[in-house]
């Protein structure tokens, strides 16, 4: 049944759009003739990315190069936006731009598919949103007022509603300017607005990366922040913050930000206030090749995320 009480704004999951997704999208459209098809296939791109990098986070295995979208012939014969999922099916991920409260849905995508995703691009081409989730379409535009919170998809695909990161993100790689998975250099990707930001921690190595606490702490989005400084006798110093991922908003109260050491012991904690516009654990160092955790904690719900130096 549709929700019809479903907010967007609140339940909209905002991501960065990353250089590689742009340079990906602007490959494929450069393929086709100028006009209306290099647009369609450029943000059609985008919204698969994304959905695809948010299920890889999720822990849901996707096959891209498997996909319709992600063929040249396909994409140029159809207004294909589909992202295949590992031994489940074919999800299609409709882009739509600022300010739209409907999305068109092609007669050629309204059979073989379990599911639709719809993705808000905003204008910068830099940032978008994931708005929401239908299993069935039965008419070509739909509202998107009537669309479902994402979660409806994980419920669908009898997804886990937790997600532990088991690969430790390795620190050095930021060092000499390489980001794996969802992290992001702030000096490249600065739309996630992170407000409490000051002139000082322009001079750290910046890695950041979306939480979507709505899927796994009943709340809101937040963003991880991990600064780095390189220090004598291959001692790395490092700073973590957690931000509202909205900037005008705050975090939610009783947050909890948590430093473990490779054993699993409580180095340090903190946790929000009431209005916080951030929470921030002390200092620490660490030499090569050394792990702790973080972990992000809201009452019994908490998501935890390995690193190594």
């Not at 598919?113 to 739909?142: H, P, S």
């Not at 000096?187 to 002139?199: D, F, K, V, Y």
């Not at 809201?298 to 190594?308: D, H, Q, V």
Request: proline share 6%.
């Amino acid at each position: 049944m549709v929700n019809q009480r479903f907010n967007l704004e609140d339940y909209a999951l905002p991501m960065i759009i990353s250089q590689q997704a742009r340079d990906i999208a602007t490959q494929f459209a450069l393929r086709h003739p100028k006009g209306g098809k290099r647009e369609q296939v450029y943000l059609n791109t985008l919204a698969v990315w994304g959905v695809h990098c948010y299920l890889e986070w999720m822990q849901i295995a996707t096959e891209l190069e498997a996909s319709d979208s992600w063929n040249p012939i396909i994409q140029l014969c159809a207004n294909v936006a589909d992202l295949q999922i590992t031994g489940v099916g074919r999800l299609e991920c409709r882009p739509v731009r600022e300010k739209q409260q409907i999305v068109s849905i092609p007669p050629e995508v309204q059979i073989d598919r379990i599911g639709y995703v719809v993705v808000r691009i905003f204008d910068n081409l830099k940032t978008a949103e994931i708005l929401g989730f239908v299993k069935t379409i039965t008419q070509e535009i739909l509202p998107l007022a009537q669309l479902q919170p994402i979660e409806e998809l994980l419920v669908n695909l009898n997804a886990p509603q937790r997600a532990e990161f088991k690969t430790p993100v390795r620190l050095s790689l930021w060092l000499i300017d390489e980001w794996e998975g969802l992290w992001q250099s702030i000096s490249r990707q600065p739309a996630l607005g992170l407000r409490s930001l000051s002139r000082g921690d322009e001079d750290f190595i910046q890695g950041a990366k979306l939480i979507d606490l709505k899927m796994q702490l009943g709340s809101q989005s937040v963003v991880l922040w991990v600064a780095l400084t390189p220090e004598t006798e291959g001692q790395i110093a490092v700073r973590v913050r957690l931000y509202p991922a909205t900037p005008d908003r705050y975090l939610p109260p009783n947050i909890q930000l948590i430093l473990l050491s490779e054993t699993g012991k409580i180095l340090s904690e903190v946790q929000s206030r009431f209005q916080d516009n951030y929470i921030q654990l002390p200092r620490f160092r660490g030499m090569p090749e050394e792990q702790f955790s973080i972990t992000v904690r809201l009452g019994e719900a908490s998501i935890t995320e390995r690193f190594i130096f």
